[in-house]
C-alpha cells in the first residue's frame, strides 16, 4: 500500500489560555484563495463545555485503531475544519479508516465574525487536548480559526511542522463515506434520557442491529425489519462523554442496513459517527463511487459544477441543474467526482451536500479506483460484447458472464461479495460499453 504525504505547518501551536480557545491553521483554500495560514472566524461559542468535549472526540477518532487498538498510530493527522459562513465543520477520520466524525458548530453556537469561508487543517497538540477536557459548564470559550486569535506560541517563536503519511485506503475512505452517507436514511431516534440509557446500556464490543421500539432504540442480535447493522460498538465510545450535553440520538442507515451513522443532538451543534459495516472493514473498499465516476462526463461536468461551488452549508442540486445547465442525474455524478477529489461532504440531518476542499491531493485520490482503472482498460482492449441484457468480458482467466439487470457477474469477486461492495471490474467495463451503445444511437 503507497501512501502519499501531507506537510502541516504552523505559525504556532494551538492553545487553550484564559478562555480563549486559539487554533492554529495551516494549508487551505477560502473563496479568497490558496492561503498558508487561512484565518475564518473570530467569536464566542455560547456552548463552551459540549463544544470542548466534541472537539476532542473528533480528535480522539483521528487517533484512533478501532481494529487493532493497541496497536497505537505512530502518526495522527490533525482534523480538518471548514467554515461554510454560518457554521464550523470540524472532521476527522480514524487511523483504521472505518469511522468518519464530524462536529458542527451552529450558527446557535457561534457569536462573532466571519472573515472568509474555505477549509484547513488545525493543529490539536496533547497540552491542547489537556486543556479541552478541563473546560467546564459555565467557563466562557472564546474561539478563533487563525493566528490572530493564538495566546501562546513556541519558547523560540519557530514555526511548528509536522509529517504524516495519508495512505491510499484511507484517502479512499474519505472519498467513499460521503456517497455512503447519501444513501442513508433516518431509521431511529431517542431523546433525552432515553437515548442516554440506550448508550449507555449498549454491550461493549458487541456486534448487532439496533431498532426503533415505540420511542425508544433497542439493540437485538438479528435483523428484523427496519434495523441498522452496527458491527463494533465499542466505535461509538466518543458518544459517551456528550451524553450529559445529549438532546436527542438518531441512527441512520442505507436500505441493506450495511453501515450505520449516529448523530448526537447537542445544544447549538451535532456530532455525528459514520461506521463502516464491521470493525474490521474500512470505507476504502466499498466501492459506492465507482459507478458515477465510470461515466464519460463525470469529470468534465464535476469542473463545470466545481467553479459554481463558493463552501455553502448546503448544496442545492436544482440549482446547480438551473446554472450548470446539466440535468439533475449529472449533476449527482459530478458531484460524486468532487468527493472523490475532497471537494464536498454530505451532512445527513439536512439530507444534502456541503462544499469544502479538503487540504490534499484531489489528483491523486482519483487515481486510487483499481477496479475503475481496470474496468477501462478491459474496455480499451475490446473484450466486452453485449449481447441484449447480458454481456461476455473476455479476461486472461477466461471468459465473464455478466447480466445487466442485476449487476451480477461469474469473477470470484462477485461470488464472494454479491454487490456490497460495489461492482466488479467486468460489470464495471460492461455499462461503459452500454452507455457509449446508447449515446451512439441517439
Same mark, same amino acid.
Given at each position: 500500500?503507497?501512501?502519499?504525504?501531507?506537510?502541516?505547518?504552523?505559525?504556532?501551536?494551538?492553545?487553550?489560555?484564559?478562555?480563549?480557545?486559539?487554533?492554529?491553521?495551516?494549508?487551505?483554500?477560502?473563496?479568497?484563495?490558496?492561503?498558508?495560514?487561512?484565518?475564518?472566524?473570530?467569536?464566542?461559542?455560547?456552548?463552551?463545555?459540549?463544544?470542548?468535549?466534541?472537539?476532542?472526540?473528533?480528535?480522539? @477518532?483521528?487517533?484512533?485503531?478501532? =481494529?487493532? $487498538?493497541?496497536? &497505537?498510530?505512530?502518526?495522527?493527522?490533525?482534523?480538518?475544519?471548514?467554515?461554510?459562513?454560518?457554521?464550523?465543520?470540524?472532521?476527522?477520520?480514524?487511523?483504521?479508516?472505518?469511522?468518519?466524525?464530524?462536529?458542527?458548530?451552529?450558527?446557535?453556537?457561534?457569536?462573532?465574525?466571519?472573515?472568509?469561508?474555505?477549509?484547513?487543517?488545525?493543529?490539536?497538540?496533547?497540552?491542547?487536548?489537556?486543556?479541552?477536557?478541563?473546560?467546564?459548564?459555565?467557563?466562557?470559550? =472564546? !474561539?478563533?480559526?487563525?493566528?490572530?486569535?493564538?495566546? @501562546?506560541?513556541?519558547?523560540?517563536?519557530?514555526? @511548528?511542522?509536522?509529517?504524516?503519511?495519508? $495512505?491510499?485506503?484511507?484517502?479512499?475512505?474519505?472519498?467513499?463515506?460521503?456517497?455512503?452517507?447519501?444513501?442513508?436514511?433516518?431509521?431511529?431516534?431517542?431523546?433525552?434520557?432515553?437515548?442516554?440509557?440506550?448508550?449507555?446500556?449498549?454491550?461493549?464490543?458487541?456486534?448487532?442491529?439496533?431498532?426503533?421500539?415505540?420511542?425508544?432504540?433497542?439493540?437485538?442480535?438479528?435483523?428484523?425489519?427496519?434495523?441498522?447493522?452496527?458491527?463494533?460498538?465499542?466505535?461509538?465510545?466518543?458518544?459517551?462523554?456528550?451524553?450529559?450535553?445529549?438532546?436527542?440520538?438518531?441512527?441512520?442507515?442505507?436500505?441493506?442496513?450495511?453501515?450505520?451513522?449516529?448523530?448526537?443532538?447537542?445544544?447549538?451543534?451535532?456530532?455525528?459517527?459514520?461506521?463502516?459495516?464491521?470493525?474490521?472493514?474500512?470505507?476504502?473498499?466499498?466501492?459506492?463511487?465507482?459507478?458515477?465516476?465510470?461515466?464519460?462526463?463525470?469529470?468534465?461536468?464535476?469542473?463545470?459544477?466545481?467553479?459554481?461551488?463558493?463552501?455553502?452549508?448546503?448544496?442545492?442540486?436544482?440549482?446547480?441543474?438551473? &446554472?450548470?445547465?446539466?440535468?439533475?442525474?449529472?449533476?449527482?455524478?459530478?458531484?460524486?467526482?468532487?468527493?472523490?477529489?475532497?471537494? @464536498?461532504?454530505?451532512?445527513?440531518?439536512?439530507?444534502? =451536500?456541503?462544499?469544502?476542499?479538503?487540504?490534499?491531493?484531489?489528483?491523486?485520490?482519483?487515481?486510487?479506483?483499481?477496479?475503475?482503472?481496470?474496468?477501462?482498460?478491459?474496455?480499451?482492449?475490446?473484450?466486452?460484447?453485449?449481447?441484449?441484457?447480458?454481456?461476455?468480458? &473476455?479476461?486472461?482467466?477466461? !471468459?465473464?458472464?455478466?447480466?445487466?439487470?442485476?449487476?451480477?457477474?461469474?469473477?470470484?469477486?462477485?461470488?464472494? =461479495? &454479491?454487490?456490497?461492495?460495489?461492482?466488479?471490474?467486468?460489470?464495471?467495463?460492461?455499462?461503459?460499453?452500454?452507455?457509449?451503445?446508447?449515446?451512439?444511437? !441517439?
Amino acid at each position: 500500500m503507497t501512501s502519499a504525504t501531507q506537510a502541516y505547518s504552523y505559525a504556532a501551536p494551538s492553545s487553550l489560555v484564559d478562555g480563549r480557545l486559539g487554533l492554529s491553521t495551516s494549508g487551505g483554500r477560502a473563496l479568497s484563495g490558496p492561503a498558508a495560514a487561512p484565518k475564518f472566524f473570530s467569536g464566542l461559542v455560547t456552548q463552551a463545555a459540549p463544544a470542548a468535549a466534541a472537539l476532542l472526540g473528533v480528535a480522539d @477518532v483521528a487517533m484512533a485503531r478501532y =481494529h487493532q $487498538p493497541q496497536a &497505537r498510530p505512530a502518526w495522527v493527522r490533525d482534523p480538518v475544519v471548514t467554515c461554510n459562513g454560518d457554521r464550523l465543520r470540524f472532521e476527522s477520520f480514524s487511523a483504521c479508516g472505518g469511522v468518519y466524525a464530524r462536529l458542527d458548530l451552529l450558527s446557535g453556537a457561534l457569536d462573532g465574525e466571519v472573515y472568509d469561508r474555505g477549509t484547513t487543517n488545525v493543529d490539536v497538540n496533547p497540552p491542547l487536548r489537556e486543556a479541552l477536557a478541563r473546560v467546564g459548564g459555565r467557563d466562557p470559550l =472564546h !474561539l478563533g480559526v487563525g493566528v490572530d486569535e493564538l495566546v @501562546v506560541t513556541t519558547s523560540d517563536g519557530a514555526v @511548528v511542522e509536522k509529517k504524516v503519511p495519508l $495512505p491510499e485506503r484511507w484517502l479512499r475512505g474519505f472519498a467513499e463515506v460521503q456517497v455512503i452517507a447519501a444513501g442513508m436514511d433516518q431509521r431511529g431516534e431517542s431523546a433525552g434520557m432515553a437515548a442516554v440509557r440506550f448508550l449507555r446500556g449498549l454491550p461493549k464490543k458487541a456486534d448487532g442491529w439496533v431498532v426503533q421500539q415505540g420511542r425508544d432504540l433497542r439493540f437485538c442480535d438479528h435483523s428484523v425489519r427496519g434495523s441498522v447493522y452496527v458491527g463494533g460498538t465499542h466505535r461509538l465510545a466518543t458518544l459517551l462523554p456528550l451524553l450529559r450535553f445529549a438532546k436527542s440520538l438518531r441512527v441512520y442507515g442505507p436500505a441493506d442496513a450495511a453501515s450505520s451513522a449516529w448523530e448526537l443532538e447537542l445544544p447549538g451543534m451535532r456530532y455525528t459517527l459514520t461506521l463502516s459495516p464491521e470493525r474490521w472493514r474500512g470505507f476504502s473498499g466499498e466501492g459506492a463511487v465507482l459507478d458515477d465516476l465510470s461515466t464519460d462526463q463525470a469529470e468534465g461536468d464535476a469542473d463545470v459544477v466545481g467553479m459554481l461551488l463558493n463552501f455553502e452549508p448546503e448544496v442545492e442540486i436544482g440549482l446547480l441543474a438551473d &446554472r450548470s445547465g446539466l440535468p439533475v442525474d449529472r449533476v449527482k455524478a459530478a458531484l460524486t467526482q468532487l468527493g472523490v477529489a475532497g471537494r @464536498v461532504g454530505y451532512d445527513l440531518a439536512e439530507a444534502a =451536500h456541503f462544499h469544502r476542499e479538503l487540504p490534499y491531493d484531489g489528483a491523486h485520490v482519483t487515481r486510487l479506483n483499481p477496479r475503475l482503472a481496470a474496468a477501462r482498460a478491459l474496455v480499451e482492449a475490446g473484450a466486452v460484447r453485449l449481447d441484449g441484457g447480458r454481456a461476455t468480458v &473476455r479476461t486472461s482467466s477466461g !471468459l465473464r458472464e455478466v447480466t445487466m439487470s442485476d449487476g451480477s457477474c461469474t469473477c470470484p469477486w462477485w461470488w464472494d =461479495h &454479491r454487490g456490497s461492495r460495489g461492482p466488479c471490474k467486468h460489470v464495471l467495463a460492461a455499462r461503459i460499453v452500454a452507455r457509449a451503445d446508447v449515446e451512439v444511437a !441517439l
